[in-house]
T-cell receptor, first 113, second 118 residues
Framework: EAQVTQNPRYLITVTGKKLTVTCSQNMNHEYMSWYRQDPGLGLRQIYYSMNVEVTDKGDVPEGYKVSRKEKRNFPLILESPSPNPTSLYFC????????????FGAGTRLSVL | AQKVTQAQTEISVVEKEDVTLDCVYETRDTTYYLFWYKQPPSGELVFLIRRNSFDEQNEISGRYSWNFQKSTSSFNFTITASQVVDSAVYFCALTTAEADSGYSTLTFGKGTMLLVSP
């Protein structure tokens, strides 16, 4: 089954603790992306990757790192989470072009104490 | 810069009512793509439809229909005979492709929460 898989689904952490959310897709998509969703703000892009070893900042990259060492994987590193209201993180992938459908993972809900 | 506005933050209807979710977009590009996604209470994002800027045909899929009007920069979504299972947050999104390089960002509106009560 074609899918984008992200783990974990729920994450509780403490302020300042670095953590990683994994993302994997099995559709051989070149483009992958991370978004965060906050109440009242919709979805905003954090980072994206056009292909292996090619990454770039989205609209809200501060406090995050990414890497794309393999085509199927695009992990998101939260360097020092701060106690903001709970955020929902989504990984997404699409084949290549802007018009290609972007498929999303099930989301990771992060709570920072 | 591109922008998507969903002016309706929340809509409540009773089952079997028709409901229209508005989406207005802004872009300077002539080639662009519009999308609708559904986010049910379980949280995942489900793709509903894609439309490119050169295809202004309206589309119907079961109880769902979409009205794309370039003249008013709108891409509205109508649910006919709404059901409780339609309760979700619906997002309209836009991406442009001046050179179809794939570098363009998918810009989302802030979403409209639809609550359908029995």
């Amino acid at each position: 089954e074609a899918q984008v898989t992200q783990n974990p689904r729920y994450l509780i952490t403490v302020t300042g603790k670095k953590l990683t959310v994994t993302c994997s897709q099995n559709m051989n998509h070149e483009y992958m992306s991370w978004y965060r969703q906050d109440p009242g703000l919709g979805l905003r892009q954090i980072y994206y990757s056009m292909n292996v070893e090619v990454t770039d900042k989205g609209d809200v990259p501060e406090g995050y790192k990414v890497s794309r060492k393999e085509k199927r994987n695009f992990p998101l590193i939260l360097e020092s989470p701060s106690p903001n209201p709970t955020s929902l993180y989504f990984c997404a992938s699409r084949l290549t072009g802007a018009g290609d459908i972007q498929y999303f993972g099930a989301g990771t809900r992060l709570s920072v104490l | 810069a591109q922008k998507v506005t969903q002016a309706q933050t929340e809509i409540s209807v009773v089952e079997k009512e028709d409901v229209t979710l508005d989406c207005v977009y802004e872009t300077r590009d002539t080639t662009y793509y519009l999308f609708w996604y559904k986010q049910p209470p379980s949280g995942e994002l489900v793709f509903l439809i894609r439309r490119n800027s050169f295809d202004e045909q309206n589309e119907i899929s079961g109880r769902y229909s979409w009205n794309f009007q370039k003249s008013t920069s709108s891409f509205n979504f109508t649910i006919t005979a709404s059901q409780v299972v339609d309760s979700a947050v619906y997002f309209c999104a836009l991406t442009t492709a001046e050179a179809d390089s794939g570098y363009s960002t998918l810009t989302f509106g802030k979403g409209t929460m639809l609550l359908v009560s029995p």
